[in-house]
Structure formats: structure tokens, C-alpha cells
């Protein structure tokens, strides 16, 4: 079986944190998104995983997944849809059945049941999971687990079971996408391939995903995953701690320094970061090669070499992306460099 991981998309409801790198590279409990995607690949038994990239992203992504084994790396030059992108991988999955992952998604469950459902007959199948909010998102329509139907966005929705961007196929399945016209938005999109089965009486199957998931698709949710994630972590320390205390669960990863500190777990620490005269936690992780000196944090996210340095204030739902600085104001009027779509907020 094939697994293929669409991520040629930058992210805009996730800006500015995708401004400068696609959001599947973006680290979540410390590890990036894609290389969570690849490892539930991999845990379902499938070896051979192809990643769909834009030609902006490919570098960022190979950079995210360069100790994860071999990829095949395939661009799909225009960013035209899902069905599209699966297009663009067509010679890449050959005659075999795949496992379609949607590149920004994160599970708790294993991917094995679908493969084990596509292997017992269906002709596809596709991941459930119940949610409050279904019209957000798109609607699978269930009896006897059976997919009747999908409804993108429904104002009423027939079901409270959102179509959680996870798919498995065989390769007749390619031949409904290449006959896809495109959406309203201009798109190819891939959902519509499942209804064009549906329609000529193939047999698609639903399997509901019980534990966590989330597309991470805007801060706040790259915020839920982060500490979902970091809770998943076994606590270990491997960094230097001196006249610190640490309560819950820790990972500081060798090389980094903790000194004269209140940690509060679920937390994790990167490689050399610098912690010093902190309180940090509860739910906080720290990028490689952070400084975070005489600050309060909790509930946030702190990307690799930023620097928190002496805040006024506690930060709490913070997102602080690579190389940024975050410091005491000085003297005088406030000095701001604020990017495209960045957010400051008392």
C-alpha cells in the first residue's frame, strides 16, 4: 500500500505563523506536524509514503522530515485543489491501494482500521469523527457504517460527523479524480470523487475516530494540539537543571539549561534551550536553542531560537514563532516591529 501526505498548502488561517514556512512544518509538543503525519503512516504498516509539495515548500518540508527515513518528494506546481495534488502523485501510486493523509491533519487514533476496511472489501474509505460544530466542516452522512453521502459546510447538517481528512483507496478511484471538474472555488477537489464512487454504486466505508484530532488549522487549534501532544510525551530529563523545581510531566532534552525555575508540566524543553529565572507551565513547549529569562509562560507554544526576555507580564496563549524576540519595554514609548497579520495584544 502506498501512503500519500498532501502538504503543498501554506496555511493563511494560520498566518502569520505560516507566513514564512508551511504550516505542516510547524512544530507541535515539538515535533512538526509533518513528521507526525509520516509516523501514523508508518505506524499503519505503510512504507512507501510519497508527500505532495509546492515548489516554495519542498525545502522546509525535507528539512522537517530529514531523519525520517525515505520520502519521495512529488510538486504540484499550482495550487488547484486536493484532487489536483493527488493527481499530480498519479505515477507515484501506480497500481497499488493508498492511504490518503491531508498533510495538516493530527490523530490520537491508529490509521490501521481504514487499511484494514479497505482490505475487506470496500472500494474506499474514509475517517469520521463526531464534533460540535459539524456545519464547519465537511458532513459524512452514516448508516451501518457505510458512507450515504458527503455535504461540505451544511447550514443543517444531517449527522454530527465531520469528514476528518483521512482516506483510503484503490487505484480505480484515480480514474473518478481525473473526471473531476472544478468547484465553485476553481478547485479539484477530492471529497467530490468519493460522492462520483458513491454514485456509481461503489461500496465506501466510515471509520469513527473516538480519541483527539484537529486539522490545526488556525493558532488557537495549533494551541489545543500542542497540549494534547504534550500530555502523550514520557517525561524524561536529559538537560542540565540547577536550583529548579519541576512538578508533572517534563521532558528537557539534553543539551538545554534550567536554572533557578518553576516548571509545571505537561512541558517540553528543546535541545539547548535556556531557561533562567522562570516560571513556565503548565502546557508549554520550548524550541532548540530558546532563551527564556525572567518570564512567566503558560498554555503556549515558543518556536526554536526565540527569546523571551524579562516581560512586564505573564504571557498565556502565546504563539512565538523562530528568532522572535519578546522583551520589557524600554523607556519611553513602545517600540513594535509587527509583520503582515501579526497580532499584539494587551
Not at 527515513?69 to 493527488?86: C, D, N, S
Not at 468547484?183 to 477537489?189: A, H, K, P
Not at 536554572?259 to 531557561?275: F, N
Amino acid at each position: 500500500m502506498n501512503g500519500l501526505i498532501l502538504a503543498a498548502g501554506r496555511g493563511s488561517r494560520l498566518l502569520p505563523v505560516s507566513a514564512t514556512r508551511p504550516k505542516h512544518a510547524v512544530p507541535v509538543a515539538g515535533v512538526p506536524i509533518i513528521a507526525r503525519a509520516v509516523d501514523a503512516l508508518r505506524r499503519a504498516g505503510v512504507d512507501r509514503i510519497g508527500v505532495v509539495v509546492s515548489p516554495a515548500s519542498e525545502q522546509d518540508l525535507r528539512d522537517a522530515t530529514q531523519h525520517l527515513g525515505p520520502l519521495h518528494f512529488i510538486r504540484q506546481r499550482e495550487a488547484l485543489g486536493t484532487g489536483h495534488a493527488v493527481l499530480a502523485a498519479r505515477d507515484f501510486l501506480q497500481d497499488d491501494a493508498t492511504l490518503l493523509y491531508l498533510g495538516d491533519n493530527l490523530f490520537q487514533d491508529a490509521l490501521t482500521p481504514l487499511r484494514a476496511a479497505l482490505e475487506g472489501g470496500a472500494d474506499a474509505v474514509i475517517g469520521v469523527k463526531r464534533v460540535p460544530n459539524p456545519q464547519a466542516y465537511g458532513v459524512a452522512v452514516v448508516e451501518g457504517g457505510r458512507l450515504i453521502r458527503l455535504v461540505e459546510k451544511p447550514v443543517q447538517p444531517e449527522s454530527d460527523l465531520a469528514a476528518c481528512g483521512v482516506f483510503a483507496f484503490r487505484p480505480a478511484l484515480l480514474d473518478d479524480v481525473a473526471a473531476l471538474l472544478p468547484s465553485e472555488r476553481g478547485e479539484l477537489e477530492f471529497p467530490q470523487a468519493i460522492t462520483a464512487l458513491i454514485a456509481r454504486g461503489g461500496l465506501v466505508r466510515a471509520v469513527e475516530f473516538q480519541g483527539f484530532w484537529s486539522d490545526a488549522g488556525t493558532p488557537a487549534d495549533l494551541l489545543v494540539a500542542n497540549t494534547h501532544f504534550l500530555t502523550q510525551q514520557t517525561g524524561r530529563v536529559g538537560g542540565r537543571v540547577l536550583s529548579s523545581e519541576l512538578r508533572g510531566l517534563i521532558v528537557i532534552e539534553p543539551g538545554a539549561s534550567v536554572q533557578d525555575s518553576e516548571l509545571t508540566g505537561p512541558l517540553w524543553i528543546g535541545p539547548h534551550a535556556s531557561i533562567r529565572g522562570s516560571l513556565l507551565g503548565p502546557n508549554v513547549s520550548v524550541g532548540a536553542h530558546a532563551r527564556i529569562h525572567g518570564a512567566a509562560v503558560q498554555d503556549s507554544l515558543v518556536d526554536e531560537f526565540a527569546r523571551i526576555l524579562h516581560p512586564e507580564r505573564p504571557l498565556t496563549r502565546a504563539i512565538i514563532g523562530r528568532h522572535a524576540t519578546v522583551t520589557a519595554p524600554g523607556v519611553g514609548e513602545l517600540h513594535l516591529v509587527i509583520g503582515d497579520r501579526s497580532v499584539a495584544q494587551q
